[in-house]
């Protein structure tokens, strides 16, 4: 008997109900139990051309079938080695990776990248199946063994232990060479660390991958602001190279009343809550005041992290973004899931200005509504006001979610290193800089993506790192 092709079964993934989730920020994704993703795992096709598929959609490349088979085989510590051989951190990326656009969106049960159509199904939950791997080992206590070099007697510094950074210390220890992270921060994890929600990512997660890196002797330096505390020029003397992932912090509109008491950038908020607790302020010592009702200006990812954050603490939540939901950069169950938890969201609304009271501080944000256009270079429709649309949502707060710029901090002793117009470290098809021995990765050079771009980044820095080390520095 042929075997049956099931496209409309595809297992959700258990979730934490609105009401109760709303109340902690303990994670709200229960993910597969062992059943359920054996079940999911028996849905992939194991195509023969998955290389043109979830495999290239991967920006990592990770062996998507290869590891699902093993899955399906019973094999879980076999599955996760699977995963590491190309991404060193399951737990996370199967949490928060943008699958639909990624691996899953070039699943063939949903798009036929042959016919250039869209099936009738869904998608493998790849994210899901990942996630479970990865929590599987963690949990069970097993040791996989990473496997080492012998020790080269090169050392290399990293600066940043964002996404970035971590992967490309993780594969140059793994190389044998000496690795020194440096990070300005009290903990390592960057973007993931500060950025993301505890409800979506826990940080003893975080830990566990992190300890890793230190099983295979990377060392970080926290409290380090490189730039200021030490000089990027310092580093390149003492050591045989150097990447830089110093990462890219949010900007703003630059409206009116931006300078008002209650606008924050996101960047200040998720850091509180994320790093510094201040959810569970007086005991933490930081604090945050968002007043009753705040207002969120983006479409993206930590648009979302800021509203999941927000609806957490208590305040109603507004999500203002002149595009569609079709159009924005965050997650479509992302979305369904901030709205089931309480937050308004504003599609078609551009910011115009922020209102302030007499003793400055924020009132609210008064809007215009957008009509989609013709396409813009990003090849998105471009949205047009709507006279006479004008409108104003009262609030106490205002967060920027929008807009990425890197920060010259760590290099601005390196004139002669090469920017592009945007601001970001220019780098070649190797992740070389135009300062010999300097490499850089992640968002100082990309100006802003996923976590999974800056892991396959780091990944691939370390590379030509270790090449460079080889072939062109003197023992």
């Known amino acids: 008997m042929a075997k049956r092709i099931r496209y409309e079964d595809r297992n959700s993934e258990p979730l934490m ?31 023969k051309d998955a290389d043109q598929r979830c495999i290239k959609g991967c920006p990592i490349g990770v062996d998507v079938p290869g590891f699902i088979k093993k899955i399906t085989e019973g094999d879980l510590i076999g599955a996760y080695k699977k995963i590491v051989e190309a991404d060193p951190f399951p737990s996370i990326c199967g949490r928060i990776c ?34 479970f791997v ?147 302020f007086p005991q933490s010592g930081t604090p945050i005041d968002l007043g009753k009702r705040t207002v969120i200006i983006g ?25 569609t939901r079709e159009t924005s950069s965050a997650r479509q169950e992302e979305w369904d899931h901030i709205s089931e938890e309480g937050a308004i969201i504003h599609w078609l609304t551009q910011p115009l200005r922020i209102l302030g009271s007499e003793e400055g501080k924020v009132i609210g944000i008064e809007c215009i509504k957008m009509a989609l256009g013709e396409p813009d270079e990003s090849g998105r429709p471009k949205p047009t006001p709507i006279e006479g649309s004008e409108h104003v949502i009262e609030c106490d707060s205002v967060i920027f979610a929008i807009g990425q710029k890197a ?45 999974v771009r800056a892991l396959a980044e780091g990944r691939k820095a370390a590379q030509s790192i270790h090449k460079f080390i080889i072939e062109e520095v003197k023992p």
């Open 134 to 280: 990865g929590d599987f080992v963690r949990i069970s206590g097993m040791r996989v063994n990473i496997e080492r070099g012998e020790p080269t007697g090169y050392r290399v510094a990293v600066v940043g232990a964002g996404p970035a950074g971590l992967a490309c210390a993780y594969d140059l220890a793994r190389l044998g060479h000496e690795v020194h992270v440096y990070e300005a921060l009290p903990k390592a994890g960057g973007v993931m660390a500060y950025g993301i929600p505890h409800a979506r990512l826990p940080r003893d997660l975080i830990e566990w991958e992190l300890k890793k890196l230190r099983d295979l002797g990377v060392r970080f330096f926290f409290g380090h602001v490189v730039g200021k505390t030490i000089k990027l020029s310092d580093l390149l003397r003492d050591y045989h190279a150097v990447f830089l992932g110093v990462g890219a912090g949010r900007g703003g509109l630059g409206i009116e009343g931006d300078h008002l008491r209650g606008v924050y950038s996101a960047i200040e908020v998720l850091t509180r809550v994320g790093l510094l607790r201040a959810d569970t």
């Open 407 to 451: 920060n010259p901090v760590a290099y601005e002793d390196l004139p002669e290193l090469e920017l592009t117009k945007y601001g970001t470290v220019k780098v070649d098809e190797n992740f070389r800089t135009s300062v010999r021995g300097l490499f850089a990765g992640g968002d100082v050079v990309n100006g802003g993506d996923t976590v």
């Open 17 to 47: 109900p609105p009401q109760e989730r709303v109340k902690t920020f303990r994670e709200y994704a229960f993910g597969y139990s062992v059943s359920l993703a054996l079940d999911e795992a028996q849905r992939c096709l194991f195509c």
């Open 299 to 323: 479409g993206g990812f930590t648009a979302v992290d800021c509203a999941i954050t927000a609806l957490r603490l208590g305040i109603e939540t507004h999500v203002v973004y002149r595009r």
């Open 98 to 131: 943008p699958q639909e656009r990624q691996c899953e969106g070039s699943c063939i049960l949903y798009y036929d990248t042959v016919r250039g159509k869209k099936n009738k199904g869904l998608p493998v939950s790849i994210g899901a199946l990942e996630k």
